[in-house]
């Protein structure tokens, strides 16, 4: 029976457990896993996200005025340490350096979609872990509200239905706190998958447009806006490995991806 006397000295952890019982623990663990999953997901998205600065649009917007003009070791030099970790500064560079080496126009398109993608799965797995967490923990919740609600009625069984208030209050309080616990989890962590989708979508129209700003001169409003008509070359990618395997369209690692981001 749960003790719903809690010690003064004990533990915050050592609470929780006397709250909520074993499912508790498991509750507290995700919940510091995708915290550590969160930080670490911003992290990298601050250090490594593909990412639109004005340095690598004026020379998006030099391609188009003048291709002749823009040289890409000088691109590269001129980035400096923090600019090379910018995975769209690295393939708008090898892909006007493609284009101006007269490589093969589908070559490039092939190459462009799959670096493409490539920078955008890093983000795949620590997103991954957040949505699982969100998704397991109300049924975790509702794990240790049955185990809960078992406790109170077999305590009322013992005593041939004969048992008082403080006897059901430890099973039911358990039930109800292993429910409110696994909620308190999973909200947070669902808006924050959520969040997380919305921007990798930005992200990744934003290498769209640039593509089709890179491997067609067009006006300088496509940085702005691509022309919808237009299916990049990612976009290209995504619906031919589609169409060869409908089925894993939302398993594979880089197509399931592709789904997250649009």
């Known amino acids: 029976m749960t003790d719903l006397t809690l010690p003064l000295n004990a533990g915050p952890i050592t609470q929780l457990i006397d709250m909520g019982g074993p499912v508790m623990i498991v509750l507290v663990v995700l919940a510091v896993i ?17 990412r639109l600065s004005g340095r690598l649009k004026q020379t998006v917007m030099n391609w ?4 002749a003009s823009v040289r890409p070791s000088e691109v590269r030099h001129q980035a400096g340490r923090w600019g ?23 070559q490039i398109r092939e190459t462009a979609a799959r670096d493409a993608q490539h920078s ?25 509200t049955v185990l809960g609600m078992m406790e109170a009625f077999s305590a009322m069984a013992a005593t041939e239905g004969r048992a008082n208030a403080t006897q059901l209050s430890g099973g ?9 616990a696994g909620l308190v989890v999973a909200i947070p962590f669902a808006a924050l998958a959520a969040w997380i989708e919305f921007r990798l979508r930005r992200i990744h129209k934003t290498i769209n447009s640039t593509l089709v700003s890179v491997l067609h001169i067009v006006p300088e409003q496509t940085l702005e806006a691509a022309d919808t008509s237009y ?3 990612a976009q290209q990618l995504d619906t031919e490995t589609a169409s060869e395997e ?13 789904h997250a981001t649009g």
């Open 34 to 50: 995708g915290f550590v999953t969160f930080v670490y997901l911003m992290l990298l998205g601050a250090l490594y996200a593909p």
């Open 64 to 67: 188009q005025k003048d291709p």
């Open 84 to 106: 090379q970790m910018n995975p769209l500064q690295r393939l708008v560079t090898d892909t006007i350096e493609a284009i101006q080496n007269g490589h093969d126009d589908r």
């Open 120 to 144: 955008l799965e890093p983000f795949e797995a620590p997103l991954k872990i957040i949505e699982v967490i969100a998704a397991l923990a109300p049924l975790l919740g509702l794990l240790g």
């Open 172 to 180: 039911i309080y358990e039930a109800l706190t292993t429910t409110a």
């Open 231 to 233: 299916q990049s070359p």
């Open 246 to 258: 409908p089925d894993r369209y939302s398993t594979v690692r880089g197509q399931r991806f592709a």
